[in-house]
């Protein structure tokens, strides 16, 4: 089926758009209610997604070079902000067109994307997992899925796309100009499709691409489940120490 790949990866990153946000509130307050201690919960919360968010600001930054837009500040460290909610890091940049400022917001998600690729492709090998999948092998498929911690080096890639995929969403502040950039490419995509080239691009590029997403896509819905996987017992001792302590964190 043309563009499954793009399906796929659409069905898994928008549920992975919730579960990061409340697995991220439900470690900070389930951290914060142990420790007492905001400095200690916000180094902890700092460490443990460390890679991610470094990823995250990075591509801010080297967007807005590749695209000569002026930057400021630099900063991966967490800090509370005065809606209650926590800046896990940001990059000041110049306000440009609507272009620029779209693309400089989608680089976290960019770059993201590729470096889960990678690590499902090259490294650990989903795209062969998807391709049985396909084939409707369920039982070969979950043999597969069992045998993924034997891969040379598993838990690390393993831990470097969940947290890379929990904190490649962009913020409120990336998002404001991806609308008319996305009207934009849509109109782009129906030109090149009306003109003819789309036959070419079918032919040529979908099969590539389309690989490339269903893995992306695979290791987005593993992610899901290890978001899901994390977030109970997190939610089910966020209860228990607020019935204990009487008092939680808002």
Do not use: C
């Not at 400021?72 to 306000?95: H, T, W």
């Not at 899925?145 to 831990?159: A, E, K, N, Q």
């Not at 691009?201 to 992306?216: E, G």
């Amino acid at each position: 089926m043309p563009f499954s790949g793009f399906i796929w990866f659409i069905f898994m990153l928008l549920p992975l758009v919730f579960l990061q946000r409340f697995l991220h509130r439900e470690i900070q307050v389930v951290t914060l209610l142990l420790t007492r201690n905001m400095q200690l919960t916000l180094s902890v919360f700092s460490i443990l997604f460390f890679p991610g968010v470094l990823l995250h600001e990075t591509s801010h930054f080297l967007m807005a070079k590749i695209l000569r837009v002026r930057t400021g500040k630099f900063s991966v460290i967490p800090k509370p902000m005065s809606n209650g909610r926590l800046q896990m890091g940001y990059v000041e940049v110049e306000k440009t067109d609507f272009i620029r400022d779209s693309l400089i917001g989608l680089a976290p998600l960019i770059a993201g994307t590729l470096f889960i690729a990678y690590a499902g492709i090259t490294q650990l090998q989903l795209n062969t997992l998807w391709d049985v999948l396909q084939n409707g092998q369920v039982e070969l498929f979950w043999m597969g899925v069992g045998l993924l911690p034997t891969v040379s080096d598993f838990w690390l890639w393993f831990y470097l796309t969940i947290v890379v995929s929990s904190t490649m969403m962009p913020s409120e502040s990336d998002r404001h100009a991806w609308l008319p950039l996305g009207i934009w490419i849509g109109v782009l995509f129906t030109l090149a499709l009306v003109s003819g080239f789309g036959t070419w691009m079918l032919d040529n590029l979908a099969p590539f691409f389309d690989n490339l997403l269903n893995s992306v896509a695979l290791l987005f819905g593993l992610s899901n489940l290890v978001h899901i996987v994390l977030l109970f017992p997190f939610f089910v001792l966020h209860r228990l120490l607020v019935y204990i302590m009487k008092v939680d964190v808002r």
